[in-house]
């Protein structure tokens, strides 16, 4: 059975660095769930742990700061 490859939550309010970030981290096999909000990655967060966080810090609403230490509170590993 093959590997399970490893999962990146990708956070960019900006969709087209959000799709390229999300095209490139994929060709080097990786999965990724790119995301345009913090608040939307909260919602994957609750039930789902990534390999790798990857955020924007500044983003509308919630900033990439905030997700970083609410996911740190959630998963401090």
């Known amino acids: 059975m093959p590997?399970?490859?490893p999962w990146i939550l990708l956070v960019e309010d900006e969709e087209g660095l959000r799709e390229l970030l999300a095209?490139?981290?994929g060709r080097r096999?990786?999965?990724v769930s790119a995301l345009g909000s913090a608040e939307r990655a909260l919602e994957?967060?609750?039930t789902q742990e990534p390999a790798?966080?990857?955020t924007d810090l500044r983003l509308?609403?919630?900033s990439g700061e905030a997700l970083l230490?609410?996911?740190k509170?959630?998963?401090p590993q």
């Open 73 to 75: 509170q959630r998963y």
């Open 52 to 54: 790798l966080l990857m």
């Open 69 to 71: 230490e609410r996911a």
């Open 3 to 5: 590997e399970e490859k």
């Open 23 to 25: 095209a490139q981290l």
């Open 29 to 31: 096999g990786l999965r």
């Open 60 to 62: 509308p609403g919630l």
């Open 44 to 46: 994957v967060l609750a």
